[in-house]
């Protein structure tokens, strides 16, 4: 039924190929590999509207996918996850066009993170790895348990200490051997590094295998599916590793050569936290790479990435598009988390709320113009996370002032 055009993993820094009939971590260069596919081949067999009417979530694109075998394909009741219009959202904030969320908690265990693991573990799946490992801040922990345990693999999750009690428990429950670490997401990674000889697991680290971007592009030809075919004026992404982000410009190009859509783009902004803004600091002195940024801290625990290894393809992403990097403070993330939760119903987690808290500022500097249709990236259920206390104690027995209520 699917046909399969996937060709070769290629190095993300100098265009060297490498076979794809193998397990692949980094290149020779330590940068990321990125899948490449015959598109001239494929844009001869392929209808575009088909594959759009499949069920099965990411999944339904398999011919843009490197998975050849039905029997690796672990699917836990994918969906197209819904654009959400929130229009008294964007009055508010004083944006006059659309303004659309992409409501990512609506995956498998809750976050956009489904999308990259689980390619990573059918991929895994297809070279008979048994066991696999990674650092997390939560929701990539999660999503690697739940699809590792799907397909009878062993995963192990280095967490740093802080990370939500909610996620630590939701990685072991779904199976993985859960480690609390003394440290950041970066230190975390090392040890997954430091054990690998000894206890066998395949790194599974952002962008340190090729296949968790090949998930995460799913975002972006969902995205221009959804919108008939085209693409917004701007996308505002939060940004740790940058996966999802480099992704979907990843997508736009692949869709191009296949004659899915035209040569626009939009605007790519990367969304970073004040407290650990390593790519928007790059961005401001025009680097290509970002360097660590230490002590970090915020309370969107999914980008505080201290320091990207896919730094230059999130900048270079930017920059190519016409976007920018922009950092927004933790009062502005609240901030805009109470806005589209009393005036639209939706519920962010606090990296979805970044987004729209850079939005709102983008309009305000004349960054972004008021009438840009913008698309904001809610990469998790706000259910996973902290949340104000909002329930006033009411003695049923004693005398109720109705009228303080109004």
């Known amino acids: 039924m699917y046909r399969n055009y996937f060709t070769h993993l290629e190095c993300s820094a100098t265009g ?9 971590n980094l290149s020779g260069a330590g940068k990321p590999l990125l899948a490449r596919y015959d598109f001239e081949r494929a844009r001869g067999e392929i209808d575009r509207d088909e594959i759009a009417a499949r069920e099965g979530g990411f999944w339904k694109w398999r011919e843009l996918l490197p998975v050849v075998n039905d029997a690796d394909v672990c ?5 197209d996850t819904p654009m959400i219009d929130v229009p008294a959202t964007a009055r508010a904030t004083g944006a006059t066009s659309k303004v659309w969320v992409k409501d990512e908690g609506r995956l498998p265990t809750g976050s956009f993170k489904a999308r990259g693991l689980g390619l990573a573990v059918a991929m895994a799946h297809s070279f008979g790895i048994k066991r696999m490992a990674m650092p997390t801040n939560g929701n990539a922990g999660a999503a690697l348990s739940a699809y590792c345990s799907r397909m009878g693999m062993e995963s192990y999750c280095f967490a740093p200490e802080d990370t939500p009690e909610v996620n630590l428990r939701e990685m072991a ?16 990674g090392a040890l997954v590094g430091a054990g690998k000889a000894e206890m066998g697991w395949f790194d599974v680290s952002t962008l340190k295998e090729p296949y968790r971007i090949e998930g995460k592009k799913t975002m972006g030809i969902e995205l221009a599916m959804q919108m008939g075919w085209s693409l917004p004026d701007a996308i505002f992404y939060p940004t740790g590793g940058g996966t999802g982000l480099i992704g979907m410009w990843k997508a736009f190009d692949e869709m191009e050569r296949l004659g899915w859509i035209g040569s626009e783009r939009p605007k790519m902004i990367a969304v970073q936290a004040e407290g650990c803004a390593p790519i928007v600091r790059a961005w401001d002195k025009g680097e290509t790479h970002a360097e660590e940024w230490f002590e970090a801290e915020t309370h969107a625990m999914g980008i505080r990435v201290p320091k990207a290894i896919g730094d230059f393809l999130i900048l270079n992403a930017c920059r190519k598009s016409g976007g920018f990097a922009m950092s927004v403070s933790e009062d502005e993330i609240q901030a805009a988390r109470v806005t589209c939760a009393q005036e639209d119903g939706l519920l962010l987690c606090p990296e979805g709320a970044a987004t729209l808290a850079a939005m709102e500022k983008a309009m305000a500097t004349g960054q972004i113009e008021r009438d840009a249709e913008c698309v904001l990236f809610n990469c998790g259920s706000g ?5 104000p ?18």
Request: hydrophobic share 30%; proline share 4%.
């Open 383 to 387: 259910l996973k996370y902290d949340m």
């Open 173 to 188: 429950l779904q199976g993985a051997k859960v480690f609390k670490v003394n440290g950041y997401i970066h230190h975390c």
């Open 389 to 406: 206390e909002g329930a006033t104690p009411l003695d049923r027995h004693g005398e109720i002032d109705w009228g303080s209520m109004k």
């Open 75 to 79: 699917a836990l009741g994918e969906i």
């Open 16 to 24: 060297e190929h490498y076979a794809k009939d193998q397990p692949q």
